[in-house]
């Protein structure tokens, strides 16, 4: 195994379907959420800039499962402040998304944030600290799907699975 920040790469020696020994290489993530703050009909991104792929990105707030013994409801509230500086009165679980299974374990749980209050934000890294808070209609964020403005997987599952409760 090898690690690198919070991410660790695991060589796995498996049995494969026919019975063979296969090898397959997995990156081990600790998980993270993800939250869909509405308020009235309108949501709450962060658009900030993702250094692997090399350019900004439309998205709802976010972040890794890094504090030890934190479940996740209270990881998406410390990130929703974190990221858009808002706090949140109700926090429903809409579900999980495997981000990657074909090379990493990574989940992150989905919320929706409503009864929004606004508290400041408190970025952390350079990322959270040059990035654009963008509040637009619910109907424009997901149109803009479509139109490839928005690319982030999270944040369309998130707003799709939102949507449909509207």
């Not at 410390?78 to 858009?84: K, Q, S």
């Not at 679980?93 to 374990?105: A, N, Y």
């Not at 929004?116 to 350079?126: Q, R």
């Not at 803009?144 to 707003?159: C, E, N, P, Q, Y």
């Amino acid at each position: 195994m090898a690690r690198a920040s919070f991410l660790t790469l695991d060589r796995m020696h498996m049995e494969g379907p026919d019975g063979s020994v296969i090898t397959r290489v997995a990156v081990r993530h600790p998980g993270a959420v993800a939250v869909v703050p509405l308020i009235d009909d309108d949501v709450v991104l962060i658009e900030q800039y993702r250094a692997p792929i090399g350019m900004a990105l439309l998205e709802i707030p976010a972040g890794k499962l890094d504090v030890p013994g934190e479940p996740p409801l209270e990881a998406a509230q410390r990130e929703l402040v974190e990221e858009v500086g808002f706090r949140a009165d109700r926090i429903e679980h809409l579900g999980r998304l495997h981000t990657t299974p074909g090379f990493s374990d990574e989940v992150i749980w989905i919320f929706l944030g409503r009864g929004l209050k606004h508290v400041g934000s408190s970025p952390s890294g350079a990322e959270e600290h040059s990035a654009r808070i963008i509040r637009m209609p619910l109907s424009e964020a997901v149109a803009g799907i479509s139109v490839g403005k928005i690319t982030d997987a999270k944040t369309i599952a998130g707003l799709h699975l939102v949507s449909r409760l509207a």
